[in-house]
């Protein structure tokens, strides 16, 4: 009697549970937003205990997610016709980075740091930050990057240009902390550092919020008053 009741049950869920994500949309299985990637969890999760708990009947399966995709509907209505209801349950992107230069103040924000943006953006195929003109943290937590037009994709054929070497960046200082391995990596010195950053105007590495070396196009340097004065910026 068990695997019968258990049996129809699941067969119920299943179809349930198909109808209501055809339903919703595509929203919900893409997890555009925190909201959405919540309620597909609660939904699942309600599917999932009644299907393991004795006392609860067919109907409880049928009216506890049919309910939650009712208020998800009306979620999804109010934020089409209401632009504040929409931001609040949507929320809205963040500006990374603004203009070529990191937005600190954002950073914190969204309790990211350096380290987090650098994985992200090389996971988006931008392995150096002086390559982004602007960068956006959607509300799903993915990137949007704009790059600088020199940084733009194009091919060596478009040109008729020849091959040349490719080189990966490295960060030298991160949030004013020296890092001496990848200093020591690219076979340089400390002292060499800091003449670099003389050069750019910088006279104290822990100024410094992020210095990148590559090969071919020397070091990128943005400095902590650049980085906050962009996230001051905006605050306006």
Same mark, same amino acid.
């Not at 009697?1 to 049996?7: E, H, N």
């Not at 708990?53 to 009216?63: L, N, P, R, S, T």
């Given at each position: ?7 129809l ?6 179809? %349930? ?15 555009? $937003? ?18 393991y ?11 506890s997610?049919?309910?939650? *995709? ?10 089409q ?21 990191i ?22 195929? $931008? ?15 993915? %990137?949007?990057?704009?790059?600088? $037009? ?14 040349? *070497? ?11 902390? %020296? %890092?001496?391995?990848?200093? /020591? &990596?690219?076979?340089?010195?400390? /002292?060499?550092?800091?003449l670099?950053?003389?050069? /750019? ?20 340097? /943005? ?9 001051e &910026?905006?605050?306006?």
């Open positions: 009697m068990k695997f019968a009741f258990l049996t049950e699941l067969i119920v869920g299943f179809f %349930l549970l198909f109808l209501l994500i055809k339903f919703l949309g595509k929203k919900l299985i893409n997890q555009i $937003t925190p909201f959405t990637f919540i309620a597909a969890i609660v939904l699942g999760e309600l599917l999932g205990n009644a299907l708990d004795e006392k609860i009947g067919v109907g409880y399966v049928v009216y997610m049919s309910l939650w *995709a009712f208020l998800l509907f009306a979620v999804e209505i109010g934020s016709k209401i632009l504040k209801l929409r931001l609040y349950f949507e929320g809205k992107p963040s500006v990374l980075i603004k203009n070529g230069v937005n600190r103040v954002q950073l914190k924000k969204n309790r990211m740091n350096i380290n987090q943006l650098q994985s992200l953006l090389r996971q988006s195929e $931008t392995f150096s930050i002086r390559e982004v003109a602007y960068c956006y943290l959607e509300a799903n937590g993915s %990137l949007s990057l704009i790059k600088k $037009t020199a940084y733009q994709k194009t091919t060596q054929e478009d040109f008729n240009l020849p091959s040349k *070497a490719v080189y990966v960046p490295v960060s030298l200082i991160r949030d004013g902390q %020296l %890092l001496r391995d990848e200093l /020591q &990596e690219i076979g340089q010195s400390e /002292q060499w550092l800091k670099q950053l003389l050069e /750019q105007g910088v006279e104290d590495y822990h100024n410094v919020f992020l210095a990148e070396w590559l090969e071919d196009d020397g070091l990128f340097v /943005q400095t902590f008053d650049q980085v906050n004065g962009v996230g &910026e905006a605050a306006y």
